[in-house]
């Protein structure tokens, strides 16, 4: 079992900047594929972002490319999502989850292990 807690969402004006933490625990967490999703209320949950095992690969949506950057630090545990130039259509829950295997994924469903979420408020 791998345990994720998200934080650092808040409320923001738009143009501003959050920077999202997402703790793991339980396992070797250097053996995981990362990602960041999100859902806004009525949507369906959409990836954001992924990073490799070591950091070394990353992949986002096409929609927060140059505004978001995902990274993470093996010896805390920690993978970090760094959004700036923040637009109200980015107004939703962030959620990190876990994917055990080597592979970057975009789906949902290639992840085994989620977080509770932290809300992100973007206002105009």
């Known amino acids: 079992q791998v345990q994720l807690v998200e934080s650092g969402g808040g409320l923001v004006q738009a143009g501003g900047s959050l920077r999202l933490s997402c703790a793991a625990s339980?396992?070797?967490?250097?053996?995981?594929?990362m990602g960041w999703f999100r859902q806004a209320p009525g949507k369906e949950r959409e990836f954001v972002a992924t990073i490799s095992r070591d950091g070394g690969e990353t992949a986002y949506t096409d929609s927060v490319k140059g505004r978001f950057t995902i990274s993470r630090d093996n010896a805390k545990n920690t993978v970090y999502l760094q959004m700036n130039s923040l637009k109200p259509e980015d107004t939703a829950l962030y959620y990190c989850?876990?994917?055990?295997?080597?592979?970057?994924?975009?789906?949902?469903?290639?992840?085994?292990?989620w977080g509770q979420g932290t809300q992100v408020t973007v206002s105009s």
């Open positions: 989850a876990a994917r055990a295997g080597a592979l970057l994924a975009r789906a949902r469903t290639a992840y085994n292990y």
């Open positions: 339980g396992r070797t967490f250097s053996n995981y594929v």
